[in-house]
């Protein structure tokens, strides 16, 4: 076993050598430039996300609203179809504002105890109520 290298094999480890550390270079040249790629392309998701998070609180804020709405909308409806439905009498409660008008009632309470909408019971008050002298 000869341990002494010729000159042609020394030259053969020394290149391979050199080869290993150029590409070991860049390799570690390439890997440093792929985790500043993929750190940039972490800070745009994490933009990303929470500029998506805040739409979607934006988005969860205006349904709140609309749902708010909503409700307050079909109460107004059931309110007025239990006006309409308490209407079903509808000469009772003309006849009950008739007489309220002619008797004096002013149109918060014609409207409140009759049934009949406020410009009804205005247009009552006008025609039927009281004459005024001025």
Do not use: C
């Amino acid at each position: 076993m000869n341990l002494i290298l010729e000159p042609n094999d020394l030259l053969f480890f020394a290149g391979r050598a050199t080869l290993l550390v150029g590409a070991f270079l860049v390799f570690a040249v390439a890997l440093g430039r792929w985790r500043r790629a993929a750190a940039r392309d972490m800070q745009r998701l994490f933009a990303e996300l929470a500029q998506s998070r805040a739409e979607t609180r934006a988005v969860a804020a205006a349904a709140e609203g609309l749902f708010q709405r909503l409700t307050g909308l079909e109460n107004k409806i059931d309110t007025r179809a239990q006006l309409t439905s308490a209407g079903t009498n509808a000469p009772r409660g003309y006849e009950l504002a008739l007489r309220l008008a002619r008797n004096g009632s002013n149109v918060d309470e014609i409207s409140e105890s009759s049934g009949v909408t406020h410009r009804e019971a205005e247009l009552l008050v006008r025609l039927h109520g009281p004459r005024r002298t001025a």
